[in-house]
């Protein structure tokens, strides 16, 4: 085998940073990390989500009668990890060095105490999963094996780090559940309770949607934007509302997709691979047929 030539492969990719760097304005790292680790958050999102629910996602040899000792010590862990993920994502973000260490508690303080809240709004989601589906034989098969139920313990999680300002953290454990379960949600979607993904693969839901309670939706389905306005630069048109608006009780059937600031009236039903950029009045149903009845 020849040899490889690893000293210069190592001098190019220097080089390669440093162009990346100096064409992004980027000052040199002091000697720390500057960035929040994808690795470090994802595995305190992955306690979080194991403390939530300790003895179904939890350690295969966990008893009750130590459930909160092991939820206490699990989040001890993975809070503290936040905690130094946030200081990074602030300090990134331009705050003032003093600030960042006060602030950066605040926020995974206000996180950490939400979490009866988020555990109480994803059993309604567990609930929604298991009366939904005729297949589904318990909650706790649900719990176990339904992707749109992992999907959305993440979307929980990743939704209040980004209504408290940590948008990057967002992204990063939204990703964890993309990337294992097909199911793309930004952070910034509002979701209501009872929220059901059926199956779930290939499912997009964007940055300004807002979706109301006992919503069910398919595989394949994307609630996206339809064009994205442009400022006199050139440069995206960023915070304006350009996703859909899905009101209580709607279903939306495999592979429909519904792009723009259009509003699905309460109960409506979407029928399977319509392309909808248009409103539909409550109680309306849409089909490939165009019609609306």
Not at 34 to 62: H, N, Q
């Amino acid at each position: 085998m020849p040899t490889l030539r690893i000293d210069a492969i190592v001098q190019g990719l220097h080089q390669a940073r440093n162009e990346w760097r100096a064409s992004q304005a980027r000052p040199r790292e002091p000697g720390a990390r500057e960035f929040p680790s994808p690795d470090a958050v994802a595995e305190a999102v992955d306690a979080i989500r194991k403390a939530l629910f300790p003895m179904r996602l939890g350690p295969p040899d966990l008893r009750q009668e130590n459930e909160d000792y092991y939820v206490g010590h699990t989040l001890d862990a993975a809070l503290h990890t936040l905690l130094c993920q946030a200081r990074l994502e602030l300090r990134f973000s331009g705050m003032d060095a003093s600030e960042v260490h006060e602030r950066a508690t605040e926020l995974v303080r206000t996180f950490a105490d939400d979490l009866p809240d988020i555990r109480r709004l994803l059993d309604t989601d567990v609930l929604a999963a298991y009366e939904g589906d005729p297949a589904a034989r318990s909650v706790d098969e649900v719990l176990l094996c339904y992707p749109g139920v992992l999907a959305m313990i993440h979307h929980r999680l990743a939704h209040r780090l980004y209504r408290l300002g940590l948008p990057l953290l967002a992204r990063i454990a939204a990703e964890q559940a993309h990337s294992r379960t097909g199911i793309d949600i930004h952070p910034g979607a509002q979701i209501g309770g009872h929220f059901f993904i059926d199956h779930g693969t290939g499912v997009v839901i964007g940055e300004t949607a807002v979706i109301g309670e006992r919503v069910r939706i398919y595989q394949a389905v994307t609630l996206g934007a339809r064009r994205f306005p442009k400022s006199a630069d050139g440069t995206l048109q960023k915070g304006l509302k350009r996703h859909p608006t899905v009101e209580d009780d709607v279903v939306i059937y495999a592979g429909a997709t519904v792009l723009g600031n259009v509003i699905l009236g309460r109960g409506a039903s979407i029928g399977g691979n319509v392309w909808l950029t248009h409103d539909v009045p409550a109680g309306g149903s849409v089909t490939q047929a165009s019609s609306i009845s």
